[in-house]
């Protein structure tokens, strides 16, 4: 087909999409805008219309409309992704969940919970409070757990409770025809036929749309406490992590912010931090197991010089910290306004993480460039946010040169070009530098479930369009 | 092809593979039979050659022939599998593992290995435990760990540790096509593309050979109780799991024994427990985790009328403890020799645990036969040793009506016919009740990675022949 012609079996879908789902259809120029972009600096692509879906038989049926006429679909949750995952990079319809928000049930004696794809993080988590239970995966932002299925989404407590992959038990998706179907149960673990659940969670939509979601849930431990831990150098920080995880102290998160970033938090959160690298760190559990891990912890962080071990149990104290770090992304933006950024992702063996964030570090520090390096340190994933002037071209340059070699160097410790972002556009060329000898079989359940290449085009792979 | 055709096309395959491997195929009737079973009662069908492979390579290679004259390949662990997955329904090449069982790696900073997959877990636990770690995933058989990664394992310690599923980092994989792939990286979390390791895991053979496998090991506990607890019905053994996993007590391993099921374990293994509806338990983690853990238990079994609790402390006791649960399928048929058996696998959330196991001991007792229940109650898992004549006919047709009923029953409280064994050739059936509208995908997964549909068929798929 030509341009014209693709043109026009669009706009014939889009019409029969505005048919049935009248006021659900949007095609406002702000609208489309926000809705092909992400938080990251990739280039926005806006798509075609937006469906503000209210059921999974709504979606089945557009699902199908799009199939027919060739009209690629973007599910869109809550923007907060990073690696360009959400532009419309051949139009199409961005299929908008955030009407789909129900809990539509808690079983609180198997610690499971069934949601619509398109509830946030944090409204999961008020919903689940007055029951002594919470889900823990916290990227920081606030996103959609559809999202956070679909990017194999992590964070801060990810070093004790995995990562969202280990609380799936069951998805509800919508196939590339249309189809709706479960792929798991209720049960705690089963070996009935493939795993599509985890073949579905990391697909970034290119296989399917999540609109129901199983998940275990988690009592909320009896006590919580978190702290600081300066140090002189970014190397004793490091050595200290990497002697947590391997004397199995059970921290509940444990991360770096370096010099650079405690300066942009204090800055920007209004905090006081005295300016070193510094560990974040949460215990939780019992109250005696915690006070036992705050020991262990404190002593293990001296060996390596760390002072100021400060611990707050209040839980406003707690909230604060943990706020002040999840903002670093805006907070390191904030010190030179104006700037555009990259971010990286990478994650390797704990026992090369030294190795790699102090090489990195010195990378960073010989490019010109200002970039500060933060990271659930736990799992041996780390990301550097690297600023530079959109008006220099040659910056931009130099930041994806320093990317690229840290990306390899990640690799050749035998580690993941992304720890928990995603492919998206931005790290397809990444996923064959690592994943090369898989990535024929991964194209052949892309072809094999999605034959005319309609779920979310262009992501993961550098040459399917 | 006519019949003729294929006979002398797989002739063709075969002398290839003699010309290419000589002594390492085998034609050897005795071979043969033993390869053609597993552990159950299916009926064993013999492949026309084993092929005792020493390398990716070698069965690369061997892969491409079989893959040209269509000869099936069905990949042979240790011929411990309980669902019929070793049967040659066409004939074929069984690929025996068993002599590639190197470790090639033991990454004891990060805690991960790298193993060739006909290693068992035993040996692996052996080479591991002077470097004071250990592989947790415990079926009670000495499996391979291939075999356990085609299964999706798990057993005795998956309420502590989880399942294989949780263990994996990357896999080695031979496509239908003879192409070598990696899966994964050594890092702990990814999110690069789709994740084909947990694809691979529990795909039983029918859509890749594992030959190399990274998976996570664990500290060995600084200290490990067991011990056992009767109770005077079924029903309050069950309850006790029940409020104990509710409450969070890290049991490492919670097991129920029916009183014939201890009945049969005291004529088999020569112990002298009571015979009473019993939990064999462990505990471990530090000393004083332990004995908070064992007063907590004991505390709470107490109010259900739980009685004799004992812990035994030095290894040979909670070995011999452990030894005697692991031989319960052989203890149970020791009973009534002379007879055939069906084991059963249902999973269910561990709030419905009390109802199922009590409606199946009921349905049970009115058969007529002859059954015992046991299971990985923790996890919501158990399984029912079904014993029967095989001179009589109707017998058998009881027994599997009986598990028809509970595989039915456990779906309807949102479980699964499978919480361990897989599907094999035994349970298609139950997959199509189960996950319907999930099998359409599977099979275009099956499809697109098999297309010749010679990766261990007839398993899986009632009607892919």
Chains 1, 2 share one sequence.
């Not at 992400?38 to 979606?59: G, K, L, N, Y």
């Not at 009896?222 to 831990?229: F, Y």
């Not at 770090?325 to 390797?348: E, M, W």
């Amino acid at each position: 087909m030509n341009f014209l012609e693709i043109t026009i079996q669009k706009q014939k879908a889009i019409n029969l999409l505005v048919n049935k789902f009248a006021e659900q259809i949007s095609c406002n120029p702000g609208i489309l805008e926000s809705h092909g972009r992400d938080e990251s600096t990739h280039i926005p692509m806006p798509p075609d219309a937006v469906f503000f879906a209210q059921s999974t038989e709504d979606i089945a049926t557009a699902v199908k409309i799009c199939a027919e006429y060739n009209l690629p679909i973007i599910p869109y949750g809550a923007g907060t992704s990073l690696e360009g995952h959400l532009t419309a990079v051949h139009g199409g319809l961005s299929i908008d969940m955030s009407r789909m928000n129900r809990v539509i049930a808690v079983n609180e004696n198997d610690m499971d919970v069934r949601i619509e794809a398109g509830i946030t993080r944090k409204d999961l988590n008020a919903h689940l409070r007055d029951k002594g239970l919470f889900f823990p995966v916290d990227p920081g932002a606030n996103c959609t757990l559809g999202g956070m299925v679909a990017t194999r989404a992590s964070g801060t407590n990810a070093v004790k409770y995995g990562t969202i992959r280990e609380q799936l038990l069951s998805l509800k998706v919508i196939t590339a025809s249309g189809d709706i179907i479960e792929t798991g149960t209720r049960s705690k673990k089963s070996a009935a036929g493939y795993d599509l659940t985890h073949l579905f969670c990391g697909s970034e939509g290119t296989l399917g749309i999540v609109t129901e979601i199983s998940l275990k849930v988690h009592g909320i431990p009896e006590k919580v406490a978190a702290g600081i831990c300066r140090f002189t150098s970014l190397e004793k920080a490091v050595n200290t992590v990497i002697s947590t995880i391997q004397m199995g102290i059970p921290v509940s998160r444990i991360e770096l912010l370096d010099t650079l970033s405690v300066r942009a938090v204090n800055g920007y959160s209004k905090t006081e931090y005295p300016e070193a690298n510094t560990l974040f760190i949460e215990f939780s559990g019992s109250e005696a197991s915690v006070q036992d891990q705050i020991e262990n912890f404190t002593m293990l962080a001296s060996e390596y010089g760390g002072t100021h071990v400060e611990f707050a149990e209040n839980q406003e104290d707690i909230n604060a910290l943990w706020h002040a770090r999840h903002q670093l992304l805006y907070a390191t933006r904030a010190l030179s306004p104006g700037k555009n950024f990259i971010t990286t992702d990478v994650c390797i063996p704990i026992s090369s993480l030294a190795e790699c964030i102090i090489k990195t570090r010195a990378d960073l520090d010989a490019s010109g460039l200002f970039g500060s390096i933060v990271g659930h340190v736990g799992d041996g994933n780390f990301h550097t946010i690297i600023l530079y002037d959109p008006a220099k071209p040659a910056e931009l340059e130099i930041a994806e040169s320093l990317n690229r070699r840290m990306v390899r160097r990640a690799i050749d410790m035998g580690g993941t070009s992304t720890g928990e972002h995603g492919i998206g556009t931005g790290k397809r060329e990444f996923l064959v530098w690592e994943r090369e000898s898989a990535i024929p079989v991964m194209r052949m359940i892309k072809q094999a479930l999605d034959p005319k290449n309609i779920m979310n085009p262009g992501k993961i792979f550098l040459d399917i369009a």
